[in-house]
């Protein structure tokens, strides 16, 4: 157990719904990151957030944003959802986000569009 | 932008063999390097780290990884391979506030 938790695991919705992944990092870490997985791009960095501020912005839609709040827990909505949309997401958590520091993964979140 | 390059995209190997997966790096600066695991239907487990000093890094079950800033390589190695071991393997390299992930490589440990 990494002590990342991600809600839900698993999310089953019809093409341009709205849906909102969450995250909740290990107790003290500060950065958030969100990465999303499928078989066709392999592991795509989306967003890093620190201590509730956006630290680096990846290939992430405009149709998806996220949000880190003051409890440090973070907030991944995709809207207007496409079946290509339909991937593992993750969240990750670290100490600081530095360079030289580890992130630890949560379980992920598997979203299928239909 | 730093990027890896994962040599192999799959690589079936007999239980008790010896295994090494292949990762290349692009930098011009300094670098870290990560190797993660991950089993099937989990998340991704850190295996080991370089950060700096030694090149010959050791992780956590039996894996180890060489840091070789020649060939800029970080190559992944375990001895003596078990079925357990069987999942997807990603290197990264940290990069601007993210780890960027090379493609992965799916170990298959057949008895």
């Known amino acids: 157990d990494s002590g990342v938790t991600q809600t839900p695991k698993h999310l089953i919705t019809a093409t341009g719904q709205r849906v909102t992944l969450r995250c909740s990092p290990r107790?003290?870490?500060?950065?958030v990151y969100w990465y999303q997985q499928s078989l066709d791009q392999g592991l795509q960095f989306l967003i890093h957030?620190?201590?509730?501020?956006?630290?680096a912005k990846g290939n992430i839609l405009e149709r998806f944003s996220a949000q880190q709040f003051p409890d440090l827990h973070s907030e991944l909505n995709l809207s207007s959802l496409e079946l290509g949309d339909s991937a593992l997401y993750f969240c990750?958590?670290?100490?600081?986000?530095?360079?030289?520091?580890?992130?630890?993964f949560g379980q992920g979140t598997r979203l299928t569009v239909v | 932008a730093q990027s890896v390059t994962q040599l192999d995209s799959q690589v079936p190997v007999f239980e008790e063999a010896p295994v090494e997966l292949r990762c290349n790096y692009s930098?011009?600066?300094?670098?870290?390097l990560f190797w993660y695991v991950q089993y099937p239907n989990q998340g991704l487990q850190l295996l080991l780290k370089?950060?700096?000093?030694?090149?010959l890094v050791k992780g956590i079950n039996g894996f180890e990884a060489e840091f070789n800033k020649s060939q800029t390589s970080f190559h992944l190695r375990k001895p003596s391979v078990h079925i357990s071991d069987t999942a997807e393997y990603f290197c990264?390299?940290?990069?601007?506030?993210?780890?960027?992930f090379g493609a992965g490589t799916t170990v298959t440990v057949r008895a």
């Open positions: 990264a390299v940290s990069d601007s506030y993210k780890l960027s």
């Open positions: 930098s011009s600066v300094s670098v870290y």
């Open positions: 370089y950060l700096s000093g030694s090149t």
């Open positions: 107790s003290g870490d500060l950065s």
């Open positions: 957030y620190y201590n509730g501020e956006e630290r």
């Open positions: 990750a958590s670290s100490v600081e986000g530095g360079r030289n520091t580890e992130a630890f």
